[in-house]
């Protein structure tokens, strides 16, 4: 079976959205959404490691020895993942400062290792690219959802513009407010799609 | 699939995976290291240039010990003369340290206090970054008012629910005040 590249990248928007679907890379989802802002940068962030990575692996898997292969991609990862900080720390100090820790924590996450593993070893380097593409979109699309709703509820504002004097909801940037709302907006997903499948 | 495992190719193959990563990532480094300094410098310039009145030239970094403790602070001049001294002082609050850049002009009131990092409670402690809370340390003078929130007999209005993040303020621009006293004792001693 032989997807179109475009296929490829819608398949990790809506089919395989590995926030609201595959629910892979939790603990930056809920720890990083405080803010619409927060959540895209780091979805964005997220994005970069994810294609590069996917492309790197994809070009060097014939290569590599298959029992080695775990510790080598996480080499690879933790690479890419290094450079964004550099380049984070440079240029947009302000975001690495409110995402701090979770950069770093990249390397472990669930969705950039599941993708070379399951995708970017099997197939070719431009496939590779857009399965990154779509599902580092994916990511980030549901983190600015979520971090959206977040920002909305509990402070009342978005994207940093305050609608409302005072404050919000404010369960909803604290940690419980986080499983609350992507409950919901799995629920919501689920409904949506499920139409859509009929 | 991949190549079948032996000792010699795996070891190979991971040292090259290696060598190849880290000469990247040198290469990245020394491409950004002048941008993060600078980026770097220009966000304490700015932390200093809130809290301090108007000065000229570059802030000189020194330390001080006070009580066993060291403290960072920058002093600022205006045309030749002392224009006040940055300290960076920490309290412990809610949740964690809470550190300050403190202003304390040279007749010895504070002119502005800034946060530089905290990790109170969002909505509550946290607020002690909005000028509700912070601004009411703009020209205060420790010698006519008391560094203590009203609940403790000073003169401080906490932030409503969060006593420990205002008393963790309120100490660290005591502490700075601190500071300040015994640094221009220093100078004193110096002449």
């Not at chain 1, 504002?157 to 005072?166: C, E, L, P, R, W």
């Amino acid at each position: 079976m032989i997807m179109g590249k475009f296929q490829l990248i819608t398949k990790g928007l809506i089919k395989e959205n590995p926030t609201f679907v595959l629910l892979l890379g939790m603990c930056p989802t809920l720890a990083t959404t405080t803010s619409a802002i927060n959540g895209m940068s780091m979805g964005l962030a997220t994005l970069f490691v994810l294609v590069l990575s996917n492309m790197a692996i994809s070009a060097t898997a014939p290569y590599i020895p298959d029992k080695v292969r775990i510790p080598a991609y996480i080499v690879i990862i933790a690479a890419f993942v290094t450079i964004l900080q550099f380049i984070m720390q440079a240029f947009t100090p302000d975001i690495y400062k409110t995402l701090g820790l979770f950069i770093p924590l990249i390397v472990v996450n669930c969705i950039v290792l599941g993708r070379a593993e399951a995708f970017a070893n099997k197939n070719s380097v431009v496939d590779s690219a857009c399965d990154g593409l779509g599902i580092g979109l994916g990511f980030t699309i549901a983190l600015t959802i979520l971090g959206l709703v977040r920002e909305l509820l509990g402070s009342g504002s978005a994207f940093g513009h305050k609608f409302i004097s005072g404050d919000g909801i404010l369960v909803f940037v604290l940690a419980p407010g986080a499983f609350m709302a992507l409950a919901y907006l799995i629920v919501l997903f689920k409904k949506v799609t499920a139409k859509k499948g009929e | 699939m991949a190549v079948q495992s032996s000792f010699k190719n795996m070891t190979l193959c991971l040292f090259a995976v290696c060598i190849v990563s880290s000469a990247l990532l040198a290469a990245v480094y020394a491409v950004t290291k002048e941008p993060i300094e600078v980026a770097e410098h220009a966000k304490t310039i700015n932390a200093i240039a809130q809290v301090v009145p108007e000065f000229d030239g570059e802030p000189v970094s020194d330390t001080i010990e006070v009580a066993g403790k060291k403290y960072p602070y920058y002093a600022v001049s205006k045309a030749g003369q002392p224009a006040g001294y940055a300290v960076t002082v920490s309290a412990s609050g809610y949740g964690g340290a809470l550190t300050l850049m403190v202003g304390v002009t040279a007749d010895r009131v504070i002119y502005n206090t800034t946060v530089l990092s905290q990790s109170e409670t969002p909505g509550l402690g946290a607020k002690c970054t909005e000028p509700e809370f912070a601004d009411q340390f703009r020209n205060w003078n420790p010698a006519e008012k008391v560094l203590k929130v009203r609940k403790d007999g000073g003169d401080v209005d906490a932030i409503t629910a969060s006593t420990i993040t205002s008393r963790a303020y309120s100490l660290a621009v005591e502490t700075a005040v601190t500071v300040y006293d015994a640094i221009v004792a220093e100078n004193n001693k110096g002449e």
